[in-house]
């Protein structure tokens, strides 16, 4: 229940990084930065959107969607070997997204976004939990 527990936090942190720089976006305001970098030299970047949608818009539909599949988890024991599963390789595909995100700042954009390298570190601890639930042997 300990990685359970761990993967819905993580899920809802997701979903307060993403929120924020979505809400931030809509509204036109600017970003506050902990780490005292331009955080919209990156999210108002060319690399800002995928097929027309927003990076965080597609952050935040990924951490929903970790959040409820875990909630299945937990409540419908019908499905939770399925889903158990799947999360190893959802959140492993998130991984891969975000390490292509970050590779971008560091190497075409050459800036940092605080939000987005949270996020990219949200989704590698999603990636390793997701591992011990699929595979509990693991310790």
């Known amino acids: 229940m300990v990685f359970e527990t761990l993967f819905l936090v993580l899920s809802v942190l997701g979903i307060a990084d993403a929120g924020y720089l ?8 600017p970003l506050i930065c902990p780490i005292g970098n331009d955080c919209s030299v990156v999210t108002e970047s060319t690399w800002s959107h995928i097929f027309g949608v927003r990076n965080e818009v597609l952050g935040l539909l990924y951490y929903i969607g970790m959040g409820c599949a875990m909630l299945i988890v937990l409540f419908a024991s019908s499905l939770d070997g399925t889903i158990v599963w799947l999360l190893p390789l959802v959140t492993g595909i998130g991984v891969l997204f975000s390490l292509f995100l970050v ?3 560091a190497f075409v954009i050459k800036k940092y976004c605080f939000y987005c390298l949270l996020s990219a570190a949200i989704s590698f601890l999603l990636f390793l939990v997701a591992l011990r639930l699929f595979f509990p042997a693991i310790s």
């Not at 979505?22 to 305001?29: A, I, L, P, S, V």
Request: proline share 0%; no cysteine.
């Open 103 to 105: 590779s971008l700042q």
């Open 22 to 29: 979505t809400y931030k976006h809509t509204r036109k305001q």
